[in-house]
T-cell receptor, first 112, second 112 residues
Framework: GNSVTQMEGPVTLSEEAFLTINCTYTATGYPSLFWYVQYPGEGLQLLLKATKADDKGSNKGFEATYRKETTSFHLEKGSVQVSDSAVYFC???????????FGTGTKLQVIP | EAQVTQNPRYLITVTGKKLTVTCSQNMNHEYMSWYRQDPGLGLRQIYYSMNVEVTDKGDVPEGYKVSRKEKRNFPLILESPSPNQTSLYFCASSTGGNQPQHFGDGTRLSIL
């Protein structure tokens, strides 16, 4: 079946540090890939997505590239801010109306 | 405004007392889904629905029921709640294919 594996958290970084959160997936075919962010006390919201190999999703300074050869979709940001403190979820979705698979989430804490 | 609305946001109740968590979306989405979020376990899918009168089990369906009589509504029913169903619950909706999900703000259930 499909699965998504994320790096364990929590991740603690100083402001302006470089961020990488690893995500790998297993799937039959070529799923669409997503990163969602959950701020404290809120629901999940889409951060970025990529729908085919070599696509790069980007938003709010975050980027992730769909790597078919390594089945990965790592999240990166060059300079994190305190306001980026949140839980980040990687997810994959096959085509049609098949179910979405989420990773376990990675908590990021950015300290001033 | 496009949104997914869950009610109630918070509920404390007792073992065995039937409860329903409502979910409504105003985006005419075919796909709707329920998740529970527990520390260390990430998001786990309970049930999902691909359209009216079409539902299927997710990863953790035991102890839950759903129905999809109208496109906009997807209630989650706990016929006989137990303490292990204490959790944070999210409803989500989307169109099919490679589109992201829209999440509600969550319902925090405590079963005593």
């Amino acid at each position: 079946g499909n699965s998504v594996t994320q790096m364990e958290g929590p991740v603690t970084l100083s402001e302006e540090a470089f961020l990488t959160i690893n995500c790998t997936y297993t799937a039959t075919g070529y799923p669409s890939l997503f990163w969602y962010v959950q701020y404290p006390g809120e629901g999940l919201q889409l951060l970025l997505k990529a729908t085919k190999a070599d696509d790069k999703g980007s938003n709010k300074g975050f980027e992730a590239t769909y790597r078919k050869e390594t089945t990965s979709f790592h999240l990166e940001k060059g300079s994190v801010q305190v306001s980026d403190s949140a839980v980040y979820f990687c997810a994959s979705r096959p085509g049609g109306y098949q179910k979405v698979t989420f990773g376990t989430g990675t908590k990021l804490q950015v300290i001033p | 405004e496009a949104q997914v609305t869950q009610n109630p946001r918070y509920l404390i109740t007792v073992t065995g007392k039937k409860l329903t968590v409502t979910c409504s979306q105003n985006m005419n989405h075919e796909y709707m889904s329920w998740y529970r979020q527990d520390p260390g376990l990430g998001l786990r899918q309970i049930y999902y629905s691909m359209n009216v009168e079409v539902t299927d089990k997710g990863d953790v369906p035991e102890g839950y029921k759903v129905s999809r009589k109208e496109k906009r509504n997807f209630p989650l029913i706990l016929e006989s709640p137990s303490p292990n169903q204490t959790s944070l619950y999210f409803c989500a909706s989307s169109t099919g294919g490679n589109q992201p999900q829209h999440f509600g703000d969550g319902t925090r259930l405590s079963i005593l």
